[in-house]
């Protein structure tokens, strides 16, 4: 009997942690969501609180983007050494750590640092948790772990906004990054108790460091992230610094390719892309990560600072709409399969992106909270009708070892959508923001019978509340630059949506034009 009692106790705990590990899985990749969805919707809080403007706040997506990459690139390398356990459980503690440093920054400059230190350790964790469940589990076993998987994804894009617009208006900013911080540690320590230790090999087994292909891809990498962002500033094509800044770094990232695609054992092998399906993925994935980012960025400004909605009735009403994608992903579980084109889903999945940039270019100014229900519970619906069937079809023919190098170029693909997709779109509303208020401006004048109406009535309600001539005309021009500036914001996040709707049709196009969709 006392001999017994042990081994029970042993294969009963093996069997809890068997259990518990895909959890843990899902809980490392949706802190990842988590992370990503709260510093794009509450931007402007973040930039607020340490007193810089969105432009500044670039800086941090593009640091993050940048060793994201850079992260996905030596993961392999990493594991190899220390096993998917410590790695994994490493990855998330250094994750919270930086998520302190990051609630403690005062500044733009050291708010892009703590970024750039969390994006290398929680950039990796989509590739590393989905190669892990492919490694550690069978078939039958995978395919409920990966519901689980996909719907603490969903789960946290629906937490992200409902619980940081609280901590936003109850606390400020930093409780965002404390939030996350707490999380980590958890995560972390969940991550090593259950996580099964694979994936550490002999030392003549292991991938080479390859060092100097590693620092020249950082240098091209930062050399065209430095384009991406003072682009903004100056025209590219009168520039010779930023010429030669994007020579350098396409010809970095050109070298680091080829030499990658002729090592014997490369960081990150390339030989995934040769198949014509696994291109096509990717080129679908690039174009689903941007609408994504762009739409969730342009809905959090109209909502913000077009339509004036304070932030937890914005968390509110963008979290509670999101909970229909949950829906939408059980029913994708149970009937996908009847499905034999992916391109059924994908195409309409583009369309629906196109809908959502339709609806809100139509939106009033005054629109209620009624007219903004349809697009929100829609926009919610891509990642279900074109994310998954593109995995389907860009990872069908790969084995067991090229799924893991092709999952680690998609993550790659994903980290380099959001970042230039930002850049992108802050661009796009930093001009059309411009143009407007231009516009507006010289229709907002005293010599415009119209507005010279408007402004002595606006003169008049003001003195009768007490005030005195001069400072009734002040306190009415003030009122009138703020209108100007709300208006112009609503114009220039429209134009946004007009761009969705181009890169939407472009994607519903090349999506419909492939015969390699499954």
């Given at each position: 009997?006392?001999?017994?009692?042990?081994?029970?106790?042993?294969?009963?705990?093996?069997?809890?942690?068997?259990?518990?590990?895909?959890?843990?899985?899902?809980?490392?990749?949706?802190?990842?969501y988590?992370?990503n969805?709260?510093?794009?919707?509450?931007?402007?809080?973040?930039?607020?609180?340490?007193?810089?403007?969105?432009d500044?706040?670039?800086w941090?997506?593009?640091?993050?983007?940048?060793?994201?990459?850079?992260?996905?690139?030596?993961?392999?390398?990493?594991?190899?050494?220390?096993?998917?356990?410590?790695?994994?459980?490493?990855?998330?503690?250094?994750?919270?750590?930086?998520?302190?440093?990051?609630?403690?920054?005062?500044?733009s400059?050291?708010?892009?640092?703590?970024?750039?230190?969390?994006?290398?350790?929680?950039?990796?964790?989509?590739?590393?948790?989905?190669?892990?469940?492919?490694?550690?589990?069978t078939?039958?076993?995978?395919?409920?772990?990966?519901?689980?998987?996909?719907?603490?994804?969903?789960?946290?894009t629906i937490?992200?906004?409902?619980?940081?617009?609280?901590?936003?208006?109850?606390?400020?900013?930093?409780?965002?990054?404390?939030?996350?911080?707490?999380?980590g540690?958890?995560?972390?320590?969940?991550?090593?108790?259950?996580?099964p230790?694979v994936?550490?090999?002999?030392?003549?087994?292991?991938?080479?460091?390859?060092?100097?292909?590693?620092?020249?891809?950082?240098?091209?990498?930062?050399?065209?992230?430095?384009?991406?962002?003072?682009?903004?500033?100056?025209?590219?094509?009168?520039?010779?610094?930023?010429?030669?800044?994007?020579?350098?770094?396409?010809?970095?990232?050109?070298w680091?390719?080829?030499?990658?695609?002729?090592?014997?054992?490369?960081?990150?092998?390339?030989?995934a892309?040769?198949?014509?399906s696994?291109?096509?993925?990717?080129?679908?994935?690039?174009?689903?990560?941007?609408?994504?980012?762009?739409?969730?960025?342009?809905?959090?400004?109209?909502?913000?600072?077009?339509?004036?909605?304070?932030?937890?009735?914005m968390?509110?009403?963008?979290?509670?709409t999101?909970?229909?994608s949950?829906?939408?992903?059980?029913?994708?579980?149970?009937?996908?399969?009847?499905?034999?084109?992916?391109?059924?889903?994908?195409?309409?999945?583009?369309?629906?992106?196109?809908?959502?940039?339709?609806?809100?270019?139509?939106?009033?100014?005054?629109?209620?909270t009624?007219?903004?229900?349809?697009?929100l519970?829609?926009?919610?619906?891509?990642?279900?009708?074109?994310?998954l069937?593109?995995?389907?079809?860009?990872?069908?023919?790969?084995?067991?070892?090229?799924?893991?190098?092709?999952?680690?170029?998609?993550?790659?693909?994903?980290?380099?959508?959001?970042?230039?997709?930002?850049?992108?779109?802050?661009?796009?509303?930093?001009?059309?923001?411009?143009?407007?208020?231009?516009?507006?401006?010289?229709?907002?004048?005293?010599?415009?019978?119209v507005?010279?109406?408007?402004?002595e009535?606006?003169?008049?309600?003001f003195?009768?509340?007490?005030?005195?001539?001069?400072?009734?005309?002040?306190?009415?021009?003030?009122?009138?630059?703020?209108?100007?500036?709300?208006?112009?914001?609503?114009?220039?996040?429209?134009?946004?949506?007009?761009?969705?709707?181009?890169?939407?049709l472009?994607?519903?196009?090349?999506?419909?034009?492939?015969?390699?969709?499954?």
């Open positions: 009997m006392n001999l017994r009692a042990p081994s029970a106790h042993a294969l009963t705990l093996r069997h809890v942690r068997k259990d518990l590990f895909p959890w843990a899985v899902a809980f490392a990749v949706g802190i990842d988590l992370d969805s709260m510093f794009s919707f509450f931007t402007s809080y973040i930039a607020g609180g340490i007193d810089a403007t969105r500044e706040l670039v941090s997506a593009a640091a993050y983007a940048t060793t994201s990459v850079l992260g996905i690139v030596q993961q392999q390398w990493l594991v190899e050494r220390l096993g998917y356990r410590r790695y994994l459980s490493g990855c998330l503690l250094m994750f919270a750590i930086g998520s302190f440093g990051a609630a403690m920054c005062n500044s400059i050291e708010l892009a640092v703590a970024r750039g230190f969390q994006g290398y350790f929680i950039g990796p964790m989509l590739g590393t948790c989905r190669i892990l469940l492919q490694l550690c589990l078939p039958q076993q995978r395919a409920p772990a990966i519901r689980i998987f996909l719907l603490t994804i969903l789960g946290a937490l992200a906004p409902l619980t940081g617009g609280y901590l936003v208006a109850d606390y400020d900013w930093r409780a965002l990054f404390v939030g996350l911080g707490v999380l540690l958890a995560f972390s320590l969940f991550a090593f108790l259950v996580t230790h994936g550490k090999l002999r030392p003549d087994h292991r991938t080479q460091a390859h060092m100097w292909p590693y620092i020249v891809l950082a240098c091209g990498l930062c050399a065209l992230q430095i384009v991406a962002q003072q682009i903004r500033f100056e025209l590219f094509s009168t520039s010779l610094l930023l010429i030669g800044l994007t020579l350098v770094g396409l010809a970095a990232l050109g680091v390719i080829w030499h990658q695609w002729h090592h014997d054992k490369p960081l990150v092998r390339l030989n892309l040769r198949e014509r696994f291109r096509v993925g990717i080129v679908l994935y690039a174009f689903y990560y941007a609408l994504s980012n762009v739409i969730s960025y342009l809905i959090a400004r109209m909502l913000e600072g077009a339509l004036g909605y304070p932030v937890e009735n968390g509110r009403l963008v979290g509670f999101s909970m229909a949950i829906a939408v992903a059980l029913l994708y579980f149970k009937f996908a399969r009847k499905i034999k084109s992916k391109k059924w889903l994908i195409v309409p999945g583009f369309l629906v992106a196109v809908v959502i940039g339709l609806w809100m270019d139509a939106l009033a100014p005054d629109a209620s009624g007219w903004l229900l349809p697009p519970i829609v926009r919610s619906f891509l990642l279900i009708f074109i994310a069937p593109t995995a389907s079809v860009a990872y069908q023919v790969f084995a067991a070892d090229e799924f893991n190098h092709g999952y680690r170029i998609k993550n790659i693909v994903k980290q380099l959508s959001y970042s230039f997709s930002t850049t992108m779109v802050i661009i796009l509303e930093r001009h059309r923001l411009a143009v407007h208020q231009a516009r507006l401006s010289e229709y907002a004048n005293l010599g415009n019978p507005f010279r109406g408007a402004f009535t606006m003169t008049r309600a003195s009768s509340l007490g005030y005195e001539a001069a400072k009734a005309q002040g306190l009415a021009a003030e009122q009138v630059g703020r209108l100007v500036l709300r208006q112009a914001e609503f114009m220039s996040i429209q134009d946004g949506f007009r761009v969705v709707i181009v890169i939407a472009i994607g519903a196009v090349l999506a419909a034009a492939q015969r390699q969709i499954k």
